[in-house]
């Protein structure tokens, strides 16, 4: 089915319902059965999606990881979360279209977007446009060190929002606020809430989380989806933990 992905996310955001995208970074896979083993056991709880991506990939071996998942669960959704336009392939079925609206980068606003866009309009993927929002989390990350932009504050909603209503106006249609791999603390509620109530799309929230309590707060807070990397390296059983939660939350919009 075609714009299956962008289907799920928009009936997400119009039901309430929640779900989790595992982001993985390819140079972080050691063993290639272990990992298998871990798809296996995410798709088994019912996984929503595979982020796949990072700020810096030094092993270009994306399609390998890729066919990996699809032999699993040929039906779990594969997304580019790209760093560079280096990072494609086509056995993916879709690609967060990113534009950093927090920064200032020209390169990251549109360069590279100008640069991959001929590539994308052959593949078969789904192209999902959306405003990227880094978020200080409270330590310098990876991705601000790559992209050179400051973030967002994390006590000012205001910025926040007057950022995301620039990206809908321009007609990105899904919002991804990040506080970065690493980050010592989560996009605060109070930012994910203003953002939720001022525009209409889905929004994906990662970094920082590392625990059930703050991923359950992100969700109250109004995320569509949260992303998990870093905590789930940490810890697989995290995955587990929220995959859990999720059914029991769905479940009981299902029955209201």
Known sequence: MRNKIEQKLKALSKEGKKALAWLIDPDKIVED???LEQVREMSQLN???IFIGGSLIEKNDLDRIIKMIKEVDSDLPVILFPGSVIQFSNHADGILFLSLIS???PDLLIGQHVTIAPLLAKS???VLPTGYMLVDGGVATSVNYISQTIPLPNHKPELAVATALAGAFLGL???YLDAGSG???PVSPKII???KKSIQAPLIVGGGLDTLQKVKDTFHAGADVVVIGNGAEKNLSLLTEVLEYIH???LSLNIN
């Open 47 to 49: 996984l929503d999606f």
């Open 183 to 185: 980050a010592k603390i």
């Open 103 to 105: 920064g200032r980068n």
């Open 248 to 250: 029991v939350l769905n």
């Open 33 to 35: 059965f272990s990992f």
């Open 124 to 126: 078969k993927l789904e």
């Open 173 to 175: 249609q899904y919002f």
């Open 193 to 195: 809430d203003s953002i």
